[in-house]
């Protein structure tokens, strides 16, 4: 009887031991070449995005892209590529191997999340999610604009949007209001 019960237990700890494993992220770099085969098969750019499972700003940029009034203009021209960076302790775990590094390759060090890049088929950064402005000395400062929201934040990623997709006068309206919604959630 004793031999029964410590058979069963072992059953059931196999049964149970997939359901506590997770699997590691995938590193940065097969993310991104998984996304690269995608943007040359598909001709598209890649829109980076560096982001957390406590970034709240993350989860309003995700929710805007998959907004109805403006998702088809997003799947249309970018292969969205996530990878997860600065979680909070205790989930670094959950972060893609490699993908801060990208972030800081990027400019993205010290710039908080949201973080994104668009970036052309092949790799080669096009834009990242910063507005760099001169100040009283002609330095050139950037801030990142992470999920835009005020007017500023959303004229300069329409913008840029402007300047590396065809962007239907339509789309753009449809981007500007859903993304300015973003102030006031």
């Known amino acids: 009887m004793k031999w029964i019960r410590l058979f069963a237990l072992f059953i059931l700890f196999g049964m149970a031991k997939p359901a506590f494993c997770q699997e590691s992220p995938l590193p940065a770099d097969q993310v991104m070449a998984k996304a690269y085969r995608a943007a040359v ?9 560096f982001h957390a499972s406590w970034c709240g700003w993350c989860k309003k940029m995700d929710q805007s892209l998959n907004d109805p009034s403006c998702k088809s203009y997003f799947d249309d021209h970018f292969v969205i590529t996530h ?3 600065l979680e909070s302790k205790g989930k670094e775990n959950l972060e893609n191997p490699g993908a801060e590094n990208l972030m800081n390759q990027y ?10 890049v668009i970036l052309d088929k092949n ?3 096009l834009f990242d999610s910063q507005i760099r402005k001169k100040d009283a000395d002609g330095n ?8 835009p929201a005020s007017a500023e934040e959303v004229n300069a990623f329409v913008t840029m949007l402007s300047q590396c997709t065809k962007l239907s006068v339509s789309d753009q309206t449809a981007i500007t209001e859903r993304f300015r919604k973003n102030q006031s959630q």
């Open 83 to 85: 990878l997860t960076v």
């Open 140 to 147: 050139v400062t950037g801030s990142n604009i992470g999920c």
């Open 107 to 116: 400019n993205g060090k010290q710039q908080g999340l949201p973080y994104w």
């Open 41 to 49: 098969k598909e001709d598209k750019k890649v829109l980076l995005i």
């Open 123 to 125: 790799g080669k950064l």
